[in-house]
């Protein structure tokens, strides 16, 4: 079965550092782009990051310069460092796969909520 | 900034055809892709490369893409078709950006 299961969200001070994993199975990982979605509370859906087969790497403006996607081929895991944390970034964050340059995200986790508040 | 813009809600009766649009610039050049999502669980692709299924979606859903608008369509409404819906389309950079969702209801 392909899954996609979070971890690493919790509560962090505005300023903090918080960094998720997302662990794959059933799949070959390797062969797939894969990305950061988040969903505040009652609200749309936005795309943070994504990382292609090649370790290349993309972000929006919004945390450019602040987040960071990273993969581990060889564990099947996806991470996303988040540093200078705001409250504007809780949110419900989601990892996603996307088959190689495909544009769409096709299998999604369960998500993992991050909430920034002092 | 790119931006997708969809009708907040639609309503629809069972049975019958619910239509959701998703517009922005010249989006019929690019490929739209359509998630399903209800409320306490993760989104599910329904439509990708404008009007392809993924395997297990039924053939009630459907897709199209030209000039500055995609649509979604729902044939044959069920109650379990209750959800929001996102559609998405990414550019050469890449961006990838969302819709602004819309709440489908089924009366």
């Known amino acids: 079965e392909v899954q996609l299961v979070e971890s690493g969200g919790g509560l962090v001070q505005p300023g903090g550092s918080l960094r998720l994993s997302c662990a794959a199975s059933g799949f070959t990982f390797s062969s797939y782009d894969m990305h950061w979605v988040r969903q505040a509370t009652g609200k749309g859906l936005e795309w943070v990051s994504a990382i292609g087969t090649a370790g290349d790497t993309y972000y929006p403006g919004s945390v450019k310069g602040r987040f960071t996607i990273s993969r581990e081929n060889a564990k099947n895991s996806l991470y996303l460092q988040m540093n200078s944390l705001r409250a504007g970034d809780t949110a419900v964050y989601y990892c996603a796969r996307a088959p190689h340059s495909s544009g769409y995200m096709d299998v999604w986790g369960q998500g993992t909520t991050v909430t920034v508040s002092s | 900034s790119y931006e997708l813009t969809q009708p907040p809600s639609v309503s629809v009766s069972p049975g019958q055809t619910a239509s959701i649009t998703c517009s922005g610039d010249k989006l019929g050049d690019k490929y739209a892709c359509w998630y399903q999502q209800k409320p306490g669980q993760s989104p599910v692709l329904v439509i990708y490369?404008?009007?392809k299924r993924p395997s297990g979606i039924p053939e009630r859903f459907s897709g199209s893409n030209s000039g500055n608008t995609a649509t979604l369509t729902i044939s044959g409404t069920q109650a379990m078709d209750e959800a929001d819906y996102y559609c998405?389309?990414?550019?050469?950079?890449?961006?990838?950006?969302f819709g602004t969702g819309t709440k489908v209801t089924v009366l």
């Open positions: 490369q404008d009007s």
């Open positions: 998405q389309a990414w550019d050469s950079s890449p961006n990838y950006v």
